[in-house]
């Protein structure tokens, strides 16, 4: 098991956003994190990277904590944020051999990884340019490159079709696809409900802080009562009954 959060309970306040979440990730699955904005899946996110400290329960990566083994624990994910968060002096070479040395990687293996990855994404010819001359597209692409020259076991992605073209998110979906092949898990954060029907293997449904549903799209249709429903009519569904 990759991922495995555990009760859950946390925000930015005393005041929890968060309430007693509980569910996995497991290797080579593809887990879709739904919600309308404000649900709680950012915080989400954040609490599993180690930005906030959760105020009860435990999240477990490969099987230990980020408070047991924090250099294990990162080194086991690799996270593209929504916003882009690049370093306006560094170029994009650049921003590559700082997540290499970050991450501790072979340098050459590294850098091969990196070449299949600027070529898919077009960026091959930007290795010398700095964020201000990229696109919002194409600063998120440097991101989702850095991302997955890491041979992580769980990427993270919150809200990655932000500023892609459609040709980007194929090259992405892709890459996520060879990856989940490879053995690793991903989580997705995500407002493209059929994009993350066509490739999330499991769904969690998040609102006001508390996890609705999970489960796969046959189990989620069941338990909505909705025969052979699209993931855009189980949501729906949900957030009726949740506001009635």
């Known amino acids: 098991m990759s991922l495995e959060v555990d009760h859950l309970t946390g925000g930015y306040t005393q005041i929890p956003v968060l309430k007693?979440?509980?569910?996995?990730?497991?290797?080579?699955?593809?887990?879709?994190?739904?919600?309308?904005?404000?649900a709680g899946k950012s915080t989400t996110i954040k609490h599993i990277i180690g930005i906030l400290t959760p105020q009860k329960g435990q999240i477990r990566l490969n099987q230990v904590t980020l408070e047991q083994a924090p250099e294990t624990y990162r080194k086991a994910l690799a996270f593209v944020p929504e916003t882009p968060i690049l370093y306006p002096t560094l170029t994009l070479r650049e921003h590559i051999e700082l997540t290499i040395m970050a991450y501790d990687l072979d340098t050459k293996?590294?850098?091969?990884?990196?070449?299949?990855?600027?070529?898919?994404?077009?960026?091959?010819?930007?290795?010398?340019w700095?964020?201000?001359?990229?696109?919002?597209?194409?600063?998120?692409?440097?991101?989702?490159?850095?991302?997955?020259?890491v041979p992580a076991q769980l990427y993270i992605i919150d809200e990655p079709f932000t500023g892609l073209d459609p040709l980007a998110i194929r090259d992405l979906l892709a890459v996520i696809k060879q990856q989940k092949a490879r053995g690793a898990s991903v989580l997705m954060s995500t407002h493209v409900l059929a994009t993350a029907q066509q490739y999330a293997d499991q769904f969690i449904l998040l609102n006001a802080g508390k996890i609705q549903a999970q489960g796969t799209l046959t189990q989620l249709a069941q338990q909505f009562n909705v025969e052979n429903g699209s993931l855009d009519q189980i949501y729906f569904k949900m957030i009726g009954e949740a506001q009635s």
């Open 20 to 38: 007693d979440l509980t569910f996995t990730v497991p290797d080579q699955t593809v887990v879709g994190l739904i919600g309308l904005n404000g």
């Open 109 to 128: 293996q590294a850098w091969q990884k990196a070449g299949d990855l600027l070529a898919r994404f077009r960026l091959a010819k930007r290795l010398d």
């Open 130 to 149: 700095f964020p201000a001359n990229f696109s919002k597209g194409m600063q998120q692409k440097v991101m989702i490159v850095c991302a997955f020259i």
